[in-house]
């Protein structure tokens, strides 16, 4: 299934993405991947982001504990749109894509970005994915496997690519910021 496309249960809730089960969090905590990070502080952003292994589903508090969000910054994450759970039985859980959106997005909190301002790179992310969806669809809903294979392949390469340019472009329009 291309990105953007969205899982729903019989019920409409959206679903994790074909997990059977939550693995909890407290299961995998010796992991080394799936260790908290100390949070960072206020003013300062953290140069190394909380991961968790895939697979693994955190409630509220574990995902607040992992990323050193609060509750109130998560609630208004959540109320922009930037970060939404998958819910199961009414009861929102949070994947390893939620903690990598939550991670950066809260350090934007504390330097004074405002929720309803990172809307804007969701926002940005959508119309890049449904770029890159308009280039891989055709060739996605074809039924030869090869075919789907290749599509998946462009999809990784325009994702990178994507990254690349935009890190560079964003170096560009600040550089006059940087060279004195």
């Known amino acids: 299934m291309p990105h953007g496309a ?4 019989a019920t409409g809730d959206d679903t994790d993405g074909g997990y059977d089960e939550p693995v909890p969090a407290a299961s995998v905590a010796s992991h080394p991947a799936s260790r908290a990070q100390p949070a960072a502080a206020p003013d300062r952003p953290t140069s ?3 991961q968790l292994l895939p697979g693994v589903l955190l409630d509220q508090a574990e995902l607040c504990a992992m990323v050193g969000i609060t ?3 998560l609630e208004q994450l959540e109320s922009f749109g ?3 759970p998958n819910t199961r039985n009414g ?3 949070y994947d390893d894509e939620a903690v990598a959106i939550a991670a950066p997005a809260v350090q934007f909190l504390r330097l004074g970005v405002d929720a309803r301002h990172l809307r804007a790179f969701r926002t940005a992310a959508e119309r890049e994915v449904g770029l890159y969806e308009q280039l891989i669809t055709p ?4 039924r030869n ?3 789907r294979a ?3 392949d462009q999809l990784r390469t325009l994702n990178q690519l994507g990254g690349s340019l935009r890190a560079a472009l964003t170096q560009h329009a600040l550089r006059h910021h940087f060279e004195s």
């Open 6 to 9: 969205h899982n729903t249960d």
């Open 48 to 50: 190394a982001t909380p």
């Open 71 to 73: 509750p109130a910054e």
């Open 82 to 84: 930037v970060l939404a």
């Open 91 to 93: 009861a929102p859980l």
């Open 139 to 142: 060739r996605y809903r074809q």
């Open 145 to 147: 496997p090869e075919a």
């Open 150 to 152: 290749e599509a998946l």
